[in-house]
């Protein structure tokens, strides 16, 4: 009996060596059969009992070791059908058809003109030197010599912080040259992007929050001069070669002598239109020499040292180059709106 029976469990274990099932249901087919839960092995193992004792062992093993041959041929030949079928796919895969398109973000207009300034002004030599918004008002107002009850400061009221005199929001980013000043010694060629805050009523010319660009330079011997042909380079490259540059007196606490910058009317090629009124020129920044008052809040020896400082607003600037007539649309972030400057990457 016990003789019959393990010859009977060789002969499965060389079946199952010898399958060779090819099609998905032949395979299915022998998987039940070996696998399955009510597969052929399963009555072999109740046939331990009639297996004399010394034998039992090696009948076990027998037994098993035709399930894991099932096993590993089931494994295989899976395998080898569900790779046939991905390499079936790939020959479908039509490679000449058109990709999905992924949609292209775009910088925020103020970024793209901030940039472009900042570019400009780094060839020559500036580097960028960037601060708080939270200021204390020492460094927006007082070290920029406008101290306290100054009438000045009107032109430039802001937030404060609660329960704080002392702390602001910046109005401009003229707190930079205090903070730079403070912490080294000319020479000082920088240029200070960042926002800025101001009490002001929200129209379509200005807004409670906007951005400026300052510019400072610090050194023996820079006069007037030197100020005015950095600004001519300036306004070539932003607004075009054929640009002209002209300076109006004006005043600022900070600086003296003051003056503000006007660009020949890159619209209407100065001809004149709506966006210069009709003048053929476009107000563009604020500038002068810094005050040698600031300097000696500052701990620079104003009798070494002379300097000139600018500044602009960003919106105003990229109002121009981009002909946008309404402040507003920079902080609405409509994409609508947006989606326009993917060009001007
Ligand atoms: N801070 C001035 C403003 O906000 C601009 C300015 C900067 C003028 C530097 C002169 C020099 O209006």
């Keep these: 009996m016990s003789a019959e029976i393990f010859t009977k469990v060789k002969q499965m274990l060389e079946e199952v060596q010898n399958a060779a099932p090819t099609t998905k249901e032949q395979i299915e087919q022998f998987r039940i059969q070996y696998l399955g839960s009510k597969n052929v092995l399963k009555p072999l193992f109740g046939e331990i009992r009639n297996v004399e004792n ?26 080898q059908i569900e790779s046939a079928a991905d390499d079936a796919a790939a020959q479908e895969m039509d490679l000449t058809a ?10 925020h207009p103020i970024s793209i003109t901030m940039n472009r300034i900042i570019e400009i002004f780094s060839r ?6 960037e601060e708080r918004e939270i200021e204390d008002d020492w460094y927006n107002f007082t070290a920029m010599n406008t101290p306290e009850n100054h009438p000045a400061r009107d ?42 805050y101001r009490n002001e009523t929200v129209s379509a010319r200005s807004h409670c929050q906007f951005h400026q660009v300052e510019g400072l330079y610090v050194a023996e011997n820079v006069s007037f001069a030197d100020m005015k042909q950095v600004l001519l380079y300036f306004a070539k490259e932003m607004y075009g070669e054929k640009s002209k540059i002209r300076l109006r007196p004006s005043f600022f606490p900070f600086t003296e002598p003051s003056a503000e910058m006007d660009v020949s009317c890159f619209i209407c090629d100065a001809k004149g239109c709506k966006v210069c009124k009709h003048t053929g020129w476009v107000e563009i920044l604020g500038c002068g020499m810094v005050d040698p008052q600031v300097l000696e809040n500052c701990g620079i020896d104003s009798k070494r040292y002379t300097g000139y400082a600018f500044g602009m607003g ?16 920079f902080f609405e972030n409509d994409v609508r709106f947006l989606e326009q400057f993917k060009a001007a990457l």
């Design 54 to 79: 010394e034998r039992k062992k090696e009948f076990g093993q027998l037994v098993n070791s035709v399930k894991i041959a099932a096993e590993t041929k089931f494994q295989t030949l899976k395998d």
């Design 98 to 107: 058109p990709g999905t398109p992924m949609p292209l973000g775009a910088r």
């Design 124 to 129: 020559i030599g500036f580097t960028v030197a």
């Design 155 to 196: 032109m430039q009221d802001t937030y404060y912080l609660k329960d704080s005199t002392q702390m602001l929001l910046r109005t401009h980013t003229s707190s930079v040259q205090a903070r730079t000043m403070m912490a080294q010694q000319p020479p000082i060629r920088i240029i200070a992007p960042g926002r800025v």
């Design 314 to 329: 960003i919106e105003r600037q990229a109002m121009l180059l981009y002909k946008v007539d309404d402040i507003r649309l």
